[in-house]
């Protein structure tokens, strides 16, 4: 998931800079003290003890993931080395530095050649993200899934996207409970009754793709299981709506009117994205309702991922640049699917 950087967002409506400055803001690439004050927001639950209301709330009977400091810590970027990611294995450009390539205004459209280049590297992220989700059960630390994820992709001749990118330190993102995105996989074991969402991306052929699921750990209670169901639902909705011709605003509508239905509120502040040769590129695929202009045509591929959360879609960002957990506590859950556009319809190329 990630948030554009137009060249054109001087020239957006007013509410549309303020809703990617936000955007901006949960990259670590602006602040907007009016709009984001993630460190306030943290002190302040901090203050308030959401530590020891971590198992029980209004929301189900979970723990709740806070951070243990408030000392920023975003990780530097740093190359992988050769015992690492070993010299055969194909890296994007941003390897070395951490820094993404420049957004291309136009969107990409892929010929038949290329359309099995992202084939081959999305059944590489399918295929991680199964093994990481037959790891799933308490006891084991979500440090364990990344490394063993990370040994699949690269035995598959594959890079995994996420390391290095922008300095992330790890190969996969693990989401668990009230953690919205980008959590960076650690030495925390997985307990009964948590749910964590592992997004893995993997680079192939000069090509990346992408994908994301929610995995319940153990006996997760009712209202934790409905939440999952609803933003798998959202997305599988979204997915049978796309073709040739359809508006990309859409998307944004089918998965708002699905969550409203059920209670749930959808995460305006990360979005799907443009996937190919660039990690992230356009066109944006926002979950809510939206105005975006553009249409799907064949040769076009995106991800689609919302995030449906139980109370407030809110996000705070952690001191360590990356995580982000809902600003109430209430729990969120994603799925994700690349997908390509065709004469006939739409491609799920993660399924």
């Not at 054109?8 to 549309?16: D, E, I, V, Y």
């Not at 899934?145 to 300095?167: Q, T, W």
């Amino acid at each position: 998931m990630l948030t554009r950087i137009g060249l054109n967002l001087l020239q957006r409506p007013l509410n549309r800079q303020i809703r990617q400055v936000q955007q901006l803001a949960i990259r670590g690439l602006a602040t907007s003290s009016s709009v984001y004050q993630p460190r306030n927001n943290l002190r302040s639950a901090l203050r308030h003890g959401q530590q020891s209301l971590g198992d029980t709330s209004k929301f189900g009977q979970y723990r709740r993931i806070i951070p243990v400091s408030l000392v920023a810590a975003k990780p530097r970027p740093h190359e992988p080395s050769l015992s690492r990611v070993p010299a055969h294995i194909s890296r994007p450009a941003y390897a070395k530095t951490g820094t993404p390539p420049t957004w291309e205004t136009e969107i990409p459209i892929l010929d038949p050649g290329e359309a099995e280049c992202l084939r081959a590297a999305s059944e590489v992220a399918r295929d991680a993200l199964a093994l990481g989700g037959s790891m799933v059960r308490a006891g084991v630390t979500t440090e364990a899934i990344d490394d063993e994820v990370h040994k699949f992709i690269i035995s598959r001749d594959a890079y995994p996207s996420c390391l290095n990118y922008m300095g992330f330190p790890r190969s996969i993102c693990t989401s668990i409970n009230n953690v919205i995105a980008h959590g960076i996989p650690g030495q925390r074991p997985l307990e009964d009754g948590d749910f964590v969402n592992i997004d893995i991306t993997a680079f192939k052929q000069g090509f990346h793709g992408d994908t994301s699921a929610t995995f319940a750990v153990g006996q997760v209670d009712a209202q934790g299981l409905a939440l999952m169901d609803a933003t798998r639902e959202s997305l599988e909705l979204a997915i049978q709506a796309c073709g040739p011709g359809v508006l990309l605003a859409t998307i944004g509508e089918i998965i708002s009117v699905h969550a409203e239905a059920l209670g749930y509120s959808v995460s305006q502040e990360l979005t799907g994205h443009g996937i190919g040769r660039c990690f992230h590129q356009n066109p944006l695929i926002y979950h809510h309702y939206n105005e975006e202009p553009g249409e799907m045509v064949p040769g076009m591929a995106f991800t689609i991922e919302p995030i449906l959360c139980q109370g407030v879609a809110t996000g705070v960002q952690w001191p360590d640049g990356w995580t982000i957990t809902t600003t109430d506590g209430g729990r969120s859950a994603q799925f994700e699917h690349t997908v390509l556009i065709t004469d006939e319809g739409v491609e799920v190329l993660t399924a």
